[in-house]
Each structure stands twice: as structure tokens, then as C-alpha cells.
């Protein structure tokens, strides 16, 4: 049948393809091996609604030439026909069969498997792209996937140099933990002096909310803090709690604010804490700057013992914790002596919350709340 005259034909062409070198080799190189090896996909045509490929035979076929071949030339075993098929025309042909449905290149006493002819796709409308498009098809997904892996590794490498650019060339690891220490209500000389000492020991850097009026006064351990590598951050000009205040006032004090430690050190703000951490719809309108609040609050303003402090962080921190403390007080101070290196030794980076986010991938954006990076 038209068909299977096709397929025959596809299959006869194919054959010729592996027996050509055999013709080619001539009588002195024609009892080598003729075929070696082959594991490759070829494409033999196409059949109706199909498309046929051929697999290479998995084992080395010997052919030897025929004796009386002319120098040069090759020679086949005769084709003895077990079955017929149809050609196109209508006429009876030899088809020789080569077992379990794959012919046999030649026929005779001995017959030389050859590649088994896959119909990809059966009929009109479905299509079986074949074992060697499917492994194709596999091994794209994988590549796509792994790209997309690299992409989020990259993304976050790159964060990462980012903010390590802006602390002045300090490495943060995103593949470890870290904690943002943070201290509101300075600047305050006696206890802000002693914990950047600290942090210096042990490479760490933490995150100033400071209060404008006070800036002026202390602009020496501002500047520290900038030379440091720590981040200087708007904790309002006057500590009014904002929720009380009008659109005009909110924006009056996170602005004086920014000025006065611009002013003071040469670094204008880009992170605020709201007094008390207190906002409404109004504050969130008015501020124009990330609002970063907390997850771990020590109270060390109310208890003012600094073991107290110390239990609270060391009983609950984890990766991506931001610490609320205040600069203002001694037992502060002492406290951070004992959680410093304690977290340091627990494996903790200790960073700023600029740092923090951008090691984590966070964009911060204004009129938003931050509380934590986990």
C-alpha cells in the first residue's frame, strides 16, 4: 500500500546509506569491519501525517565483499524475498523481514541487522517526537532550570556586593545568619562610644536612629558612626509620636531630621524609625522614607538591667531579627558588652538593616513597614 511502499523506501535508502562505505572500501578493505558503532538519531523521510527515524544498530555488523567484485567496489549477498508488500503503483515487492517487525538489510545465509524505523507520530493530529526528542526536550528543561537557579544566585551575590560597596568593601555572606542591631534615641556619647568599640573588636555594625536635636551637640560621634561603617538613620527631630501630628508636622520632622544629621556627619538618612512605633494612615502618607520597626523589643527603657536584655535577645533571636535597644542608657551599654560577641559566636553576621535587606534580596520602600528580614 502507498504507505508502506514509502516506508519501504525509506528504509531501503537508509540502508544504502550504512552499506555505502562497504562499496567505497574495495576488495582489499572489504573484510573489515564495514559498520562500527553508532548511537545517533538519523531522519530517513517522512511518511504520511508521520515522521519516520532510524536508530543505529547498538552492535558492530561485519560485511564482507563479494569476491568477485572489481577493485574499488562492494558487493551485497542476494535479497531473498520472504513477505511482499505493495508499491505505489499496486505491484507485489520483496520485503524482507528481520525480526520482531525490523527488516533485515540483506537476506541469504546471513543477515545483517540494521536500524530499526521509528514512526514518530501515528495519524493526523498526534505526534510521538521520538526517544531522541524527548531527551532533547528533557535536557533543555534542565538548562532552563539551572539557568534560572544561577539567575537567583547572581541576583543575590550582586545585592550582597552592593551593600558591601556602600559599608566601604565589608563582605556579607547571604548564605549565613545575621541580625540587625539597632539603637534609638542618640546620640548619646557614653554609651554609643562603647558600643561601637565593641563592634569594632568583633566586625560588626549596627543601625543609629537618632533624634535631630540632637545631632548638633554630638556631630563627633555622628561622624564616627559614618567612618565606622554604620548606618546613621531619622528617629524625627523632636521624638513627637507622628500618629498625632498633622501631614505638614510629619513631614517638618522627618525632614529636620535628615537635615541636622546631614548636617552633622555628611550622610543624609535613607531609613526612619517612628517614635514608639507609632503610625496611621497620615504617617504613612507623609514620611516618604522606609519605616523600620523591630521583632525582638528588649524594653531595655523600662527594665534598664542589662542581663534582663541580654535573656531577652539570646532566648529568641534568629536569622533576620531586628533588635530594638536605646543608646541612652548605661545598662544598654552593658548589655551590648555580653551580646556582641556572644552572637558573634553563634554564628551571627551582625549588620545594618541596609545590609540586612540587601543580603536578603529586600527592596525598601518608602512609606512602607519593615519589621524584620526572616
Same mark, same amino acid.
Request: aromatic fraction near 6%.
Given at each position: 500500500m502507498k504507505r508502506q511502499g514509502k516506508l519501504f523506501v525509506a528504509v531501503m535508502g537508509a540502508v544504502c546509506l550504512f552499506v555505502q562505505p562497504v562499496l567505497a572500501a574495495g576488495t582489499d578493505g572489504a573484510r573489515e569491519s564495514a559498520f562500527g558503532m553508532r548511537q545517533e538519531w538519523v531522519n530517513v523521510g517522512n511518511g504520511e501525517n508521520s515522521v519516520m527515524w532510524m =536508530? +543505529?544498530? @547498538? !552492535?558492530?555488523?561485519p560485511m564482507a565483499a563479494d569476491e568477485g567484485a572489481e577493485p574499488g567496489q562492494g558487493a551485497l549477498p542476494e535479497q531473498a524475498p520472504q513477505e511482499?508488500?505493495?508499491e505505489a503503483g499496486g505491484q507485489e515487492m520483496p520485503v524482507q523481514s528481520g525480526g520482531e517487525g525490523v527488516p533485515a538489510a540483506v537476506s541469504g545465509q546471513d543477515t545483517y541487522p540494521v536500524s530499526a524505523v521509528i514512526v514518530a507520530g501515528q495519524g493526523e493530529g498526534t505526534q510521538n517526537q521520538g526517544p531522541a526528542f524527548q531527551a532533547a526536550e528533557e535536557e533543555a528543561r534542565r538548562i532552563a532550570e539551572e539557568e534560572?537557579? =544561577?539567575a537567583a544566585e547572581e541576583a543575590a551575590r550582586q545585592a550582597a556586593e552592593e551593600a558591601a560597596r556602600q559599608a566601604g568593601g565589608r563582605v556579607i +555572606?547571604?548564605?549565613?545568619? &545575621?541580625?540587625?542591631l539597632t539603637y534609638d534615641d542618640g546620640p548619646q556619647p557614653s554609651v554609643g562610644n562603647r558600643i561601637m568599640d565593641c563592634l569594632a573588636q568583633y566586625g560588626g555594625k549596627a543601625t543609629f536612629f537618632m533624634v535631630g536635636d540632637r545631632v548638633g551637640g554630638y556631630a563627633s560621634e555622628v561622624q564616627r558612626m559614618v567612618a565606622e561603617g554604620h !548606618?546613621? /538613620? #531619622? $528617629?524625627? &527631630? #523632636? $521624638?513627637?509620636? @507622628?500618629?498625632? =501630628?498633622?501631614? /505638614?508636622?510629619i513631614q517638618a520632622q522627618v525632614n529636620r531630621c535628615n537635615d541636622a544629621i546631614e548636617a552633622a556627619c555628611g550622610?543624609?538618612?535613607r531609613l526612619m524609625r517612628l517614635p514608639g512605633g507609632n503610625y496611621n494612615a497620615t504617617v504613612l502618607a507623609n514620611t516618604h522614607m522606609p519605616m523600620i520597626q523591630w521583632n525582638i523589643d528588649t524594653k531595655d527603657w523600662k527594665t534598664k538591667n542589662a542581663q534582663q536584655t541580654v535573656n531577652v535577645v539570646l532566648s529568641q533571636v534568629k536569622d533576620g531579627d531586628i533588635i530594638l535597644m536605646h543608646e541612652l542608657y548605661g545598662a544598654t551599654g552593658d548589655a551590648s558588652m555580653q551580646l556582641i560577641p556572644e552572637l558573634t559566636n553563634r554564628g551571627f553576621q551582625l549588620v545594618t538593616v541596609s545590609e540586612m535587606a540587601a543580603a536578603k534580596g529586600r527592596t525598601l520602600e518608602a512609606g512602607k513597614l519593615y519589621s524584620s528580614f526572616r
Amino acid at each position: 500500500m502507498k504507505r508502506q511502499g514509502k516506508l519501504f523506501v525509506a528504509v531501503m535508502g537508509a540502508v544504502c546509506l550504512f552499506v555505502q562505505p562497504v562499496l567505497a572500501a574495495g576488495t582489499d578493505g572489504a573484510r573489515e569491519s564495514a559498520f562500527g558503532m553508532r548511537q545517533e538519531w538519523v531522519n530517513v523521510g517522512n511518511g504520511e501525517n508521520s515522521v519516520m527515524w532510524m =536508530q +543505529d544498530s @547498538l !552492535e558492530a555488523v561485519p560485511m564482507a565483499a563479494d569476491e568477485g567484485a572489481e577493485p574499488g567496489q562492494g558487493a551485497l549477498p542476494e535479497q531473498a524475498p520472504q513477505e511482499t508488500g505493495q508499491e505505489a503503483g499496486g505491484q507485489e515487492m520483496p520485503v524482507q523481514s528481520g525480526g520482531e517487525g525490523v527488516p533485515a538489510a540483506v537476506s541469504g545465509q546471513d543477515t545483517y541487522p540494521v536500524s530499526a524505523v521509528i514512526v514518530a507520530g501515528q495519524g493526523e493530529g498526534t505526534q510521538n517526537q521520538g526517544p531522541a526528542f524527548q531527551a532533547a526536550e528533557e535536557e533543555a528543561r534542565r538548562i532552563a532550570e539551572e539557568e534560572a537557579r =544561577q539567575a537567583a544566585e547572581e541576583a543575590a551575590r550582586q545585592a550582597a556586593e552592593e551593600a558591601a560597596r556602600q559599608a566601604g568593601g565589608r563582605v556579607i +555572606d547571604p548564605a549565613r545568619p &545575621m541580625v540587625a542591631l539597632t539603637y534609638d534615641d542618640g546620640p548619646q556619647p557614653s554609651v554609643g562610644n562603647r558600643i561601637m568599640d565593641c563592634l569594632a573588636q568583633y566586625g560588626g555594625k549596627a543601625t543609629f536612629f537618632m533624634v535631630g536635636d540632637r545631632v548638633g551637640g554630638y556631630a563627633s560621634e555622628v561622624q564616627r558612626m559614618v567612618a565606622e561603617g554604620h !548606618e546613621v /538613620a #531619622n $528617629h524625627s &527631630m #523632636n $521624638h513627637k509620636y @507622628l500618629q498625632k =501630628q498633622g501631614a /505638614a508636622e510629619i513631614q517638618a520632622q522627618v525632614n529636620r531630621c535628615n537635615d541636622a544629621i546631614e548636617a552633622a556627619c555628611g550622610v543624609r538618612p535613607r531609613l526612619m524609625r517612628l517614635p514608639g512605633g507609632n503610625y496611621n494612615a497620615t504617617v504613612l502618607a507623609n514620611t516618604h522614607m522606609p519605616m523600620i520597626q523591630w521583632n525582638i523589643d528588649t524594653k531595655d527603657w523600662k527594665t534598664k538591667n542589662a542581663q534582663q536584655t541580654v535573656n531577652v535577645v539570646l532566648s529568641q533571636v534568629k536569622d533576620g531579627d531586628i533588635i530594638l535597644m536605646h543608646e541612652l542608657y548605661g545598662a544598654t551599654g552593658d548589655a551590648s558588652m555580653q551580646l556582641i560577641p556572644e552572637l558573634t559566636n553563634r554564628g551571627f553576621q551582625l549588620v545594618t538593616v541596609s545590609e540586612m535587606a540587601a543580603a536578603k534580596g529586600r527592596t525598601l520602600e518608602a512609606g512602607k513597614l519593615y519589621s524584620s528580614f526572616r
